[in-house]
């Protein structure tokens, strides 16, 4: 990054800018932040060419299509204005280097790596082609490296697929050495020649020279158009697919599906970047962290707390008092953006070498829907009235995962009635829950709705990963804190999240050292090649590796029909144990064909395989699995027994899965509260006092890490199948 000059804006819109990421004909590209914390590259465009009409009407459409491209390995477009004076767009900031980068200055990416590399950014490709564009400008310089995987960016000479601006007879638009015969020959292109485009990039990510060479640019088109590609250095196991991306006619290439699909076995197990990039990354990362704060104000609001207990001094003793509604009168409701955490502190978790970097990006989507309130009563008719503290639960009451959120909407609001039974409480506690129906456009609503209340001072949310992810950005403009006690998904980190559980890939910790004890040297390691999949199997791919054991790494894509065939492939290298890591649905389907193939060793499944309707679709066949989760089962755990009592009594059911941990939550928040012991109390306050609280709850001790908000307690719980129901054992590898 490069210092601003005096030409450079010091704000743009709400985002204070921090200095030069690069720039080129067109304008600038800067490093921003948002009010909330959270860095952009934003993209400001010169002058002359906002000017124009023209340009200013492609802009506009350009920014409205590249909203639609939604996918992980895709740079989101997070905020944008195509009418200001000097026009602008914000996309989430990555702080990895470029593909050009890393390969210039540490050399070719291994085989393996570039493998992955061809899945994730054919991937990305689908995406851009599903909205309807052709990027047109696929080049190492446009591929950002994380630790998870790529980002393709920069879509500012993209088009859409019924675009004739730039169509015309000797008109060219790309990087020459990169680019299609088509766009060579300035004729009509389409999806297929991005995937050439990308023929030439895993050419040069797997060599380090490009498939038509290099020199003047007219000998350079020359040569894409008419000879055919160098690839004489290219490891042969790249050859089939990388000659057919490069076929001269773009009906002759295969479509970013096939590609994916080829490459996609190749996605599990292992860091699939060399250790040099892993550690340029992480420095990046770091120095990301150091960078100026963002300006504070604050929000008033009434002050006080403590954690939910009955009036007898158990936790489940006191009345039925419920919850109420409301925002209070008179409150001050202005924008409140958290003090900055301890950036001195900065994550990096090491298995078998992989180093993971926590970087303060967030991704944007454009959401709206529905919510309830929960509520009953307030303070008894005589009696002093307290401060009010308001707390929000984002849950899905209504989509796929409404058993678990309704179970969450419960348990909190028996932990706001203990609460508020308490005689010595110093503030009242509100419960405000939001449906988000799992879906992620209905999540940010729930946010906005969360943001207009003053009182309203942290959130618990939400139910489903999706939702979780794609509100977060919301929750960050909103300087509020959001403890979640579901997700997990190591790609959260920001300045306002506090993950309530081990992150998915920790999970497996225990799973490791299970292996060591029993010395089972050979492991078949399966993903189903999702997001969770690759989490919860790749760093402990790495650490088996590490230890000089055997790993049979294997992807068996949800969804796939034949999980016959994929268990028989798996059974035949005779694995001492077999690991798990993708969905109940698959899981179930997959242990019966495991047992259909014959085999008799350990089988070990992971978070999303701890459901009630595993034990459903499985059968018999689930019989001696062992589940590891973050989840304290309410049926299982002896220390969650009470508070399952307290909760059949009131509600008259059982508790569901994770109905115990939002119950936590809320003595978590109302504690902190009550320990900053302050006649006012601000969202900027409760952050850095969350992040640096410890409490036990009934189904864990919570503790976090004050600089990025990740889980730092115990909390990993092992279950045995035995008789069509999860069987608690153990905890972090120590059995009961």
């Given at each position: 990054m490069e210092p601003l000059r005096s030409t450079d804006p010091a704000r743009i819109a709400g985002y204070r800018v921090l200095g030069r990421l690069g720039a080129g004909g067109m304008g600038v590209v800067l490093l921003g932040r948002s009010p909330g914390g959270a860095l952009v590259a934003i993209k400001l465009i010169r002058s002359e060419y906002a000017d124009d009409t023209g340009f200013r009407a492609r802009f506009r459409r350009e920014v409205a299509i590249a909203r639609q491209v939604r996918n992980r390995w895709a740079v989101p477009v997070v905020d944008a204005d195509t009418e200001a004076p000097a026009p602008w767009l914000a996309t989430e900031f990555v702080p990895g280097p470029a593909l050009s980068e890393a390969v210039g200055s540490g050399g070719p990416l291994p085989e393996r790596g570039v493998r992955a590399l061809g899945s994730m950014l054919a991937e990305a490709l689908e995406a851009v082609h599903t909205a309807g564009l052709v990027h047109r400008d696929v080049k190492p310089g446009n591929v950002l490296l994380g630790l998870d995987g790529p980002r393709l960016i920069d879509f500012g000479i993209a088009r859409a697929l019924d675009d004739t601006v730039l169509t015309a007879t000797d008109v060219i638009v790309g990087s020459p050495g990169f680019l299609s015969p088509e766009q060579a020959q300035g004729r009509r292109i389409g999806p297929a020649s991005d995937v050439f485009s990308l023929g030439c990039v895993l050419v040069y990510a797997a060599t380090g020279g490009r498939p038509f060479g290099t020199g003047p640019v007219e000998a350079m088109l020359f040569r894409t158009v008419h000879d055919t590609a160098d690839l004489s250095a290219l490891p042969p196991g790249l050859l089939p697919v990388v000659e057919a991306c490069l076929a001269k006619e773009p009906g002759d290439r295969p479509t970013a599906a096939d590609i994916r699909q080829a490459f996609a076995e190749d996605l599990s197990g292992g860091s699939w970047l060399p250790g040099p990039v892993t550690h340029l990354i992480a420095e990046r990362s770091a120095r990301m962290l150091a960078l100026?704060?963002?300006?504070?104000?604050?929000?008033?609001?009434?002050?006080?707390?403590g954690p939910g207990s009955g009036a007898d001094g158990s936790p489940f003793g006191g009345p039925d008092t419920g919850t109420g509604t409301g925002t209070g009168s008179g409150a001050r409701d202005t924008t409140a953006v958290p003090a900055s955490p301890d950036r001195r502190r900065f994550l990096a978790y090491v298995t078998g070498g992989a180093v993971l970097a926590a970087a303060g990006t967030t991704t944007a989507w454009l959401v709206s829907g529905g919510d309830k309130d929960t509520g009953g009563e307030g303070e008894d008719d005589g009696k002093v009235a307290r401060p009010e503290l308001h707390i929000g639960l984002q849950a899905d009451l209504s989509g796929p995962s409404a058993a678990v959120g309704k179970g969450q909407d419960k348990a909190a609001r028996l932990a706001v009635a203990e609460h508020n039974a308490r005689g010595d409480a110093p503030f009242t506690l509100r419960l405000t829950t939001v449906d988000d129906g799992g879906d992620e456009e209905r999540a940010k609503a729930a946010v906005r709705r969360f943001a207009e209340d003053p009182l309203l001072v942290a959130a618990i949310g939400a139910t489903g990963t999706d939702a979780a992810r794609e509100a977060l950005v919301a929750y960050d403009e909103a300087a509020l804190p959001l403890l979640s006690v579901v997700d997990g998904d190591i790609r959260h980190l920001n300045r306002i999240f506090l993950c309530a559980r081990p992150r998915n890939d920790m999970q497996m910790l225990p799973v490791a050292q299970f292996l060591g004890a029993y010395e089972i040297d050979q492991v078949a390691l399966v993903d189903d090649g999702t997001e969770y999949g690759r989490q919860t199997t790749r760093f402990l791919d790495t650490g088996l590796r590490g230890n000089g054991r055997t790993v049979f790494a294997e992807t068996v894509r949800e969804g796939t029909r034949d999980l016959d065939a994929a268990a028989e492939r798996i059974v035949a290298k005779q694995p001492g144990a077999v690991v798990y890591g993708g969905g109940w649905r698959d899981a179930g389907r997959f242990a019966k064909s495991l047992t259909r193939a014959?085999?008799?060793?350990?089988?070990?499944?992971?978070?999303?395989?701890?459901?009630?309707?595993?034990?459903?679709?499985?059968?018999?066949?689930?019989?001696?699995?062992?589940?590891?989760s973050t989840a304290a089962d309410p049926a299982s755990v002896p220390s969650v027994h009470p508070f399952a009592a307290a909760y059949r009594k009131r509600f008259d059911h059982a508790p569901p899965l994770f109905a115990a941990e939002a119950y936590d939550a809320v003595g978590l928040i109302a504690s902190c509260a009550q320990g900053l012991g302050r006649e006012k109390l601000t969202r900027q306050d409760l952050l850095p006092a969350l992040r640096t609280?410890?409490?036990?709850?009934?189904?864990?001790?919570?503790?976090?890490?004050?600089?990025?908000?990740?889980?730092?307690?115990?909390?990993?719980?092992?279950?045995?199948?035995?008789?069509?129901?999860f069987r608690y054992i153990g905890m972090d590898g120590t059995e009961v």
């Amino acid at each position: 990054m490069e210092p601003l000059r005096s030409t450079d804006p010091a704000r743009i819109a709400g985002y204070r800018v921090l200095g030069r990421l690069g720039a080129g004909g067109m304008g600038v590209v800067l490093l921003g932040r948002s009010p909330g914390g959270a860095l952009v590259a934003i993209k400001l465009i010169r002058s002359e060419y906002a000017d124009d009409t023209g340009f200013r009407a492609r802009f506009r459409r350009e920014v409205a299509i590249a909203r639609q491209v939604r996918n992980r390995w895709a740079v989101p477009v997070v905020d944008a204005d195509t009418e200001a004076p000097a026009p602008w767009l914000a996309t989430e900031f990555v702080p990895g280097p470029a593909l050009s980068e890393a390969v210039g200055s540490g050399g070719p990416l291994p085989e393996r790596g570039v493998r992955a590399l061809g899945s994730m950014l054919a991937e990305a490709l689908e995406a851009v082609h599903t909205a309807g564009l052709v990027h047109r400008d696929v080049k190492p310089g446009n591929v950002l490296l994380g630790l998870d995987g790529p980002r393709l960016i920069d879509f500012g000479i993209a088009r859409a697929l019924d675009d004739t601006v730039l169509t015309a007879t000797d008109v060219i638009v790309g990087s020459p050495g990169f680019l299609s015969p088509e766009q060579a020959q300035g004729r009509r292109i389409g999806p297929a020649s991005d995937v050439f485009s990308l023929g030439c990039v895993l050419v040069y990510a797997a060599t380090g020279g490009r498939p038509f060479g290099t020199g003047p640019v007219e000998a350079m088109l020359f040569r894409t158009v008419h000879d055919t590609a160098d690839l004489s250095a290219l490891p042969p196991g790249l050859l089939p697919v990388v000659e057919a991306c490069l076929a001269k006619e773009p009906g002759d290439r295969p479509t970013a599906a096939d590609i994916r699909q080829a490459f996609a076995e190749d996605l599990s197990g292992g860091s699939w970047l060399p250790g040099p990039v892993t550690h340029l990354i992480a420095e990046r990362s770091a120095r990301m962290l150091a960078l100026p704060d963002i300006d504070a104000t604050s929000l008033d609001a009434s002050a006080g707390g403590g954690p939910g207990s009955g009036a007898d001094g158990s936790p489940f003793g006191g009345p039925d008092t419920g919850t109420g509604t409301g925002t209070g009168s008179g409150a001050r409701d202005t924008t409140a953006v958290p003090a900055s955490p301890d950036r001195r502190r900065f994550l990096a978790y090491v298995t078998g070498g992989a180093v993971l970097a926590a970087a303060g990006t967030t991704t944007a989507w454009l959401v709206s829907g529905g919510d309830k309130d929960t509520g009953g009563e307030g303070e008894d008719d005589g009696k002093v009235a307290r401060p009010e503290l308001h707390i929000g639960l984002q849950a899905d009451l209504s989509g796929p995962s409404a058993a678990v959120g309704k179970g969450q909407d419960k348990a909190a609001r028996l932990a706001v009635a203990e609460h508020n039974a308490r005689g010595d409480a110093p503030f009242t506690l509100r419960l405000t829950t939001v449906d988000d129906g799992g879906d992620e456009e209905r999540a940010k609503a729930a946010v906005r709705r969360f943001a207009e209340d003053p009182l309203l001072v942290a959130a618990i949310g939400a139910t489903g990963t999706d939702a979780a992810r794609e509100a977060l950005v919301a929750y960050d403009e909103a300087a509020l804190p959001l403890l979640s006690v579901v997700d997990g998904d190591i790609r959260h980190l920001n300045r306002i999240f506090l993950c309530a559980r081990p992150r998915n890939d920790m999970q497996m910790l225990p799973v490791a050292q299970f292996l060591g004890a029993y010395e089972i040297d050979q492991v078949a390691l399966v993903d189903d090649g999702t997001e969770y999949g690759r989490q919860t199997t790749r760093f402990l791919d790495t650490g088996l590796r590490g230890n000089g054991r055997t790993v049979f790494a294997e992807t068996v894509r949800e969804g796939t029909r034949d999980l016959d065939a994929a268990a028989e492939r798996i059974v035949a290298k005779q694995p001492g144990a077999v690991v798990y890591g993708g969905g109940w649905r698959d899981a179930g389907r997959f242990a019966k064909s495991l047992t259909r193939a014959g085999f008799l060793g350990p089988k070990i499944a992971t978070q999303a395989v701890h459901d009630p309707r595993f034990l459903a679709e499985a059968g018999e066949d689930a019989a001696g699995w062992l589940v590891v989760s973050t989840a304290a089962d309410p049926a299982s755990v002896p220390s969650v027994h009470p508070f399952a009592a307290a909760y059949r009594k009131r509600f008259d059911h059982a508790p569901p899965l994770f109905a115990a941990e939002a119950y936590d939550a809320v003595g978590l928040i109302a504690s902190c509260a009550q320990g900053l012991g302050r006649e006012k109390l601000t969202r900027q306050d409760l952050l850095p006092a969350l992040r640096t609280t410890s409490y036990k709850g009934v189904s864990k001790n919570y503790a976090f890490e004050s600089a990025n908000g990740m889980y730092t307690g115990t909390g990993v719980f092992i279950y045995r199948v035995e008789r069509g129901r999860f069987r608690y054992i153990g905890m972090d590898g120590t059995e009961v």
